[in-house]
């Protein structure tokens, strides 16, 4: 499957891609929303199992409004690192690992969440799913398909072996991460030539379409420049710029200026 083969519907304010593996159809909901988030379908016999949840309202019932036309039913939602959104499918069950809980409870994901009803108000829905099955390491089956979770410093990924893609928090191949220093990128790195050893076909992730190994091999070489970089910096402002210079067309500063600050503490 080429990340590019895919049928588009033009919502009215997000859009759907809709890759077909026969039996499976994968539905990239692409949001259009403040911070790019992505929200997966994963259809078999007229059921959706959900990954992640939208989290402003106006796309909470855009997605809601296409799974009812599609006529798909939610088995299941696993609930990783974007833990807002609990308007969404309030009925349906929800599936996540403890530490996952506690990220979107008291960890980062509750601190990122509180920043972001502060910054987007009343459009932004702050609630957070209810958890009614904790996961561990190891296969779940929801709504007809295997999942293979993998949890995770934050929460946890997600192998779905019958369409052979992998779910993570963030890729991007061309615009920045947040890395949390050296010690991250490595662990980075690491996690992406475990793909590339896999051979997966796509690559999933909360904030970018679908991607391919060839943007993991790309990221592979980002990351292990960015650690160059900041180690022949004097400071933050010093190593951004450096980084923007020798990425000019990245996107996602805001992602950078998180980066410089861990680097440079």
Do not use: W
Not at 23 to 52: C, M, R, S, W
Not at 79 to 101: E, I, M, P, R
Not at 246 to 263: C, H, I, K, V
């Amino acid at each position: 499957m080429n990340k590019n083969t895919y049928q588009t519907v033009k919502l009215d304010k997000g859009e759907m891609h809709i890759y077909d593996f026969g039996a499976v159809k994968l539905h990239a909901y692409q949001t259009n929303d403040p911070i790019d988030d992505e929200v997966f379908l994963v259809e078999k016999a007229g059921q959706a199992a959900v990954v992640e949840s939208p989290c402003f309202r106006d796309n909470i019932a855009e997605l809601a409004a296409y799974l009812k036309d599609r006529g798909l039913e939610p088995a299941g939602m696993l609930v990783a690192y974007h833990g807002a959104g609990a308007t969404f499918l309030s009925g349906t069950a929800k599936y996540a690992t403890q530490n996952a809980v506690d990220y979107s409870a008291q960890g980062g994901g509750k601190a990122l969440v509180d920043g972001f009803a502060a910054t987007f108000g009343e459009s932004f829905d702050p609630s957070i799913h209810p958890v009614d099955h904790i996961l561990t390491e190891g296969p779940v089956v929801i709504g007809g398909v295997e999942f293979v979770i993998h949890p995770t410093a934050d929460a946890f990924d997600v192998e779905i072996p019958e369409i052979n893609a992998v779910y993570t928090h963030m890729l991007g191949h061309d615009c920045h991460s947040i890395v949390a220093g050296a010690g991250h990128a490595d662990a980075m790195v690491a996690q992406l030539e475990g793909y590339i050893a896999k051979g997966y076909t796509l690559i999933l992730t909360s904030h970018y379409t679908p991607e391919d190994l060839k943007d993991a091999q790309t990221k592979i070489d980002y990351l292990k420049e960015l650690k160059a970089i900041a180690a022949a910096s004097a400071d933050r402002a010093g190593f951004k710029a450096a980084v923007q210079e020798r990425y000019p067309r990245y996107s996602g500063e805001n992602y950078l200026d998180m980066t410089a600050g861990f680097f440079f503490a």
